[in-house]
């Protein structure tokens, strides 16, 4: 017999994938290319029930592996989250109307539905879309992997500094 919690993630997981089909408009309605990787690590903490806010160490690299830069970045949760986790990494495929993104061009706001679940190792999903001219968009379904004992289910929040 499968967990509660492992069930509801993953219906969860499944209402996000189509959330990307539903939910991110003007942003899939452009053309998108790979434009790089970005890459975060950190997040250690506790669920406040409501929410959270988790900080994060982030780099990119352009998909031609020429450019890289060192970004910060903060999620903030709110729905339901309840539990600790540890520092995790999530990755995410950096879709743009080009390959040849300017400095400083993934700094701003992202948003979009979230889910998260770990019991001793876990996972989870992020659709976002925001940047300049809500014309970026991070991977439909990021892949995320940490460590605890947390269940998130909600909307999040990326800013990118």
Avoid: F
């Avoid at 993630?9 to 452009?30: D, E, H, K, R, Y």
């Avoid at 540890?86 to 701003?108: F, H, K, M, Y």
């Avoid at 925001?130 to 379904?141: A, F, K």
């Amino acid at each position: 017999m499968k967990p509660i919690a492992t069930t509801l993630a993953a219906s969860t997981l499944a209402s996000l994938a189509a959330v990307v089909l539903m939910g991110t408009g003007p942003a899939l309605a452009q053309a998108k290319i790979r434009a790089g990787t970005l890459t975060c690590s950190g997040g250690a903490g506790v669920g406040l029930v409501l929410g959270s806010k988790k900080q994060y160490s982030c780099t990119y690299e352009s998909a031609s592996g020429r450019h890289s830069e060192n970004y910060a970045a903060s999620i903030t949760k709110i729905g339901l989250d309840i539990g600790v986790t540890e520092n995790s990494v999530i990755v995410w495929t950096v879709l743009a109307s080009t390959d040849a993104i300017q400095p400083r061009g993934l700094t701003g706001n992202y948003a979009g539905a979230s889910a998260d679940v770990a019991l001793g190792l876990g996972g989870g999903a992020k659709v976002l879309v925001g940047g300049s001219n809500q014309s970026i968009v991070l991977q439909p379904l990021s892949v995320q992997g940490q460590t605890g004992l947390n269940l998130a289910i909600g909307v999040a929040e990326l800013s990118i500094r």
